[in-house]
């Protein structure tokens, strides 16, 4: 059982991955494997030619910026990102895999995966996140817009998961979510 997991950016998908990882899933984060895959002396030079430079702020700043510039590197870095989680996916022997995409469905990968679960958090939760982060209001709203809002993401999704309490609530539902799975497809 592989599950694509989604949402929107600060909605907690990252601690909803790490909370299947205590529960025994394994776990792959596409943000991860896409910082891995940069780093590739071959796929760095790549990346280089296109965009004169791979640094992330300067990429951030070139692909965030243009529409165009982010379709070029989506185009170079998704076939990559595809066949290592193919790979990772086939030399792990864990019954449940959960697998991070935050543009799951904006990149119509939901046919990879049996399950696709999307993860929300209401708005106020989001400033609050975004303070915390101390990350510009300006940047979010840039980088969501790329993303399908997280009323889409949980309509197109399998299972939904609204992130509105404490961590401990949400280990809560992780759980319900962990146990139901096991449950529906017998997943020992």
């Known amino acids: 059982m592989v599950i694509g997991l989604t949402g929107g950016m600060l909605s907690g998908k990252s601690t909803v ?31 280089e030619k296109l965009f004169g430079g791979s640094e992330k702020q300067f990429l951030a700043q ?20 595809l066949q290592e989680i193919s790979q990772r996916l086939k030399a792990d022997k864990t019954l449940l895999r959960v697998v991070e995409v ?3 469905f904006e990149a119509e990968l939901e046919d990879y995966f049996d399950l696709t679960l999307a993860v ?5 939760m989001l400033l609050k996140r ?9 940047d ?15 309509a ?10 404490s961590l401990g609530q949400l280990e809560e539902k992780v759980d319900h ?10 997943v020992k």
């Not at 979510?177 to 017998?186: E, R, S």
């Open 17 to 47: 991955l790490k909370l299947f990882e205590k529960k025994g899933a394994f776990t792959l984060s596409c943000d991860d494997l896409v910082r891995e895959i940069s780093l590739r002396a071959d796929v760095k030079k790549k990346i």
């Open 102 to 104: 935050p543009l799951l």
């Open 156 to 165: 197109l999704a399998d299972l939904s998961l609204l992130n509105d309490g």
């Open 177 to 186: 979510i962990y146990q139901a799975i096991l449950k529906i497809y017998q």
């Open 130 to 138: 975004l303070a915390y982060r101390k990350v510009k209001k300006e």
């Open 62 to 81: 070139k692909i965030f910026n243009n529409p165009t510039a982010r379709i070029q590197l989506e185009r170079l870095l998704h076939p990559l990102l």
């Open 120 to 124: 929300a958090a209401p708005q106020k």
């Open 140 to 154: 979010f709203e840039k980088r969501s817009i790329v993303q399908f809002s997280q009323e889409k993401k949980m």
